[in-house]
């Protein structure tokens, strides 16, 4: 028996090597404080998107002047 979950499927468009994000702040210190203070580094500046990795979650290796993360998808916004 197949059972499909066509209702709560939302296709997730990635951004493309190359794009412009924004990281924003997708927890709170008491949900996670280890990712809490990692995107705090880099709160609300802006990256280029380096890389795309597809699995085992959509995320990418985003560059920040010097620095570099690698944010899961909800972490940035264009």
Do not use: W
């Not at 997708?26 to 597809?54: H, M, P, R, W």
């Amino acid at each position: 028996m197949i059972i499909s979950d066509v209702e709560n499927k939302h296709e997730i468009i990635p951004y493309e090597v190359g794009d412009s994000v924004r990281v924003q702040q997708t927890c709170t210190e008491e949900e996670d404080s280890e990712s809490f203070y990692y995107i705090q580094a880099f709160d609300k500046k802006k990256g280029e998107v380096l890389k795309v990795i597809n699995h085992p979650r959509l995320q990418y290796r985003v560059r920040f002047g010097q620095a570099e993360a690698v944010l899961y998808h909800e972490e940035i916004m264009l």
